[in-house]
């Protein structure tokens, strides 16, 4: 089955700092989302972005899915950005099934 | 966006026994997918509830342990049989929203002891 892979799997942050996070995928995709699990568990929605870029406030992802590849940018960063960012992909007639990404745990401190 | 909702929210079980999760659509869905997510890991598809017919497991999942209901379009249910500590998860509903978006309820924190 397709891969999923990113980088860093550990960041820490000083407030006010921008971070990039990496995704990296093994075959071609139909769909491909960006999360931010919070330490209550839940699965927030940042971007739908199976190609192109997007922003939304301080965050920003582009996907380049000819290389297979998407990043999140991550600007000024807050104590409220911390918790675990994952990838997750729809690989080419996967019928809405994602792949999740090994997550990046993110901290960011005063 | 769709809005899904999960009942238990948290629940601590005895070892051997069996718990239902039930997961709640504010809109019709043509399917439902269940995830687990083991403690500092990612997220694994279980299965594919499909109304109507049986589910779907995905490879390592299996009908006996986790018996899946989707007795209509809005509504499915997981049960986690004979439970060890090693099905401690948080397991999650997920359905496909508008323009591909997948959305995903709060999730059922589940610890066997």
């Known amino acids: 089955g397709i891969q999923v892979e990113q980088s860093p799997p550990d960041l820490i942050l000083q407030e006010g700092a921008n971070s990039t996070l990496r995704c990296n995928f093994s075959d071609s995709v139909n769909n491909l989302q960006w999360f931010h699990q919070n330490p209550w568990g839940q699965l927030i929605n940042l971007f739908y972005i199976p190609s192109g870029t997007k922003q939304n406030g301080r965050l920003s992802a582009t996907t380049v899915a000819t290389e297979r590849y998407s990043l999140l940018y991550i600007s000024s960063s807050q104590t409220t950005d911390s918790g675990v960012y994952f990838c997750a992909v729809e690989p080419t007639g996967g019928g809405n099934k994602l792949t999740f990404g090994t997550g990046t745990q993110l901290k960011v401190e005063l | 966006s769709a809005v899904i909702s999960q009942k238990p929210s948290r629940d601590i079980c005895q070892r051997g026994t069996s718990l239902t999760i039930q997961c709640q659509v504010d809109s019709q869905v043509t399917m439902m997918f269940w995830y687990r997510q083991q403690p500092g890991q990612s997220l694994t598809l279980i299965a594919t509830a499909n109304q109507g017919s049986e589910a779907t497991y995905e490879s390592g999942f299996v009908i006996d342990k986790f018996p899946i209901s989707r007795p209509n379009l809005t509504f499915s249910t997981l049960t986690v049989s004979n439970m060890s500590p090693e099905d401690s998860s948080i397991y999650l509903c997920?359905?496909?929203?508008?323009?591909?978006?997948?959305?995903f309820g709060e999730g059922s924190w589940l610890t066997v002891v």
């Open positions: 997920s359905v496909p929203g508008v323009g591909n978006t997948i959305y």
